[in-house]
Each structure stands twice: as structure tokens, then as C-alpha cells.
Nanobody, 123 residues
Framework: VQLVESGGGLVQAGGSLRLSCAASLRTFSSYNMGWFRQAPGKDREFVACIVQSGGRPYYADSVKGRFTISRDNAKNTVYLQMNSLKLEDTAVYYC?????????????????WGQGTQVTVSS
């Protein structure tokens, strides 16, 4: 299984970025997909997830209203649209996947991880 993130980079505060994660999962639509981030010296934290099939999204309070997670099951891809970026959004962003039911909001609930993509927000 491979999860490959792309779309990170350097952006000014208030700007936008769109992250993509291409997954080599045979039954992609049956997986819950998540985005996490990790800043230097901090633990990996939940950003957003989108559950299997119906695709209901969940967000961390810190990104609610600014970030949007979506998925394209035909392309085996999950996206994270990030708007109104803040300095504190600077981190390495990781895509993750887990099968099964429920709403996985913690890193331990995920089985597969991408290599991460750096997002840097400057003032």
C-alpha cells in the first residue's frame, strides 16, 4: 500500500494550498482517509478525516471553516483544500488510511501513512 502526498509548499499567511494524496488501495472507497500534521517538537495531530463510502467529513476545531477534505473514489485520491492559512498551520502534513467503520480521529487508529509533505506559512 502506498499513499503519496503532493501539493505542499511555501505560502504567505492568508493564502491557500491544496494537498492531494494518491492511494494504491484496491478498494479505496471502503477506507476512511485522514490528514494529520506534525510541527517541529510537537506530536502528530488530527486535521481532518473523511469516512468511507458516504464521505462525511470531520475537522479539528483549529481548521474548521478554513480547510475542506474531499475524496474522489474514481481516482483513489483524497484532497485537503486549505484556505486562510495561518503561521501556526506550518507543519509536515501526512495522509493516512484505515479500513472499517467508525470515525478515526487519532493516529493510532490508522494503518497506512504517506511520507508527508511540508507546508510552510510565512508572514
Amino acid at each position: 500500500v502506498q499513499l503519496v502526498e503532493s501539493g505542499g509548499g511555501l505560502v504567505q499567511a492568508g493564502g491557500s494550498l491544496r494537498l492531494s494524496c494518491a492511494a494504491s488501495l484496491r478498494t479505496f472507497s471502503s477506507y476512511n482517509m485522514g490528514w494529520f500534521r506534525q510541527a517541529p517538537g510537537k506530536d502528530r495531530e488530527f486535521v481532518a478525516c473523511i469516512v468511507q463510502s458516504g464521505g462525511r467529513p470531520y475537522y479539528a476545531d483549529s481548521v474548521k471553516g478554513r480547510f475542506t477534505i474531499s475524496r474522489d473514489n474514481a481516482k483513489n485520491t483524497v484532497y485537503l483544500q486549505m484556505n486562510s492559512l495561518k503561521l501556526e498551520d506550518t507543519a509536515v502534513y501526512y495522509c493516512s488510511a484505515t479500513a472499517g467503520w467508525g470515525t478515526p480521529l487519532t493516529p493510532n487508529e490508522y494503518d497506512y501513512w504517506g511520507q508527508g509533505t511540508q507546508v510552510t506559512v510565512s508572514s
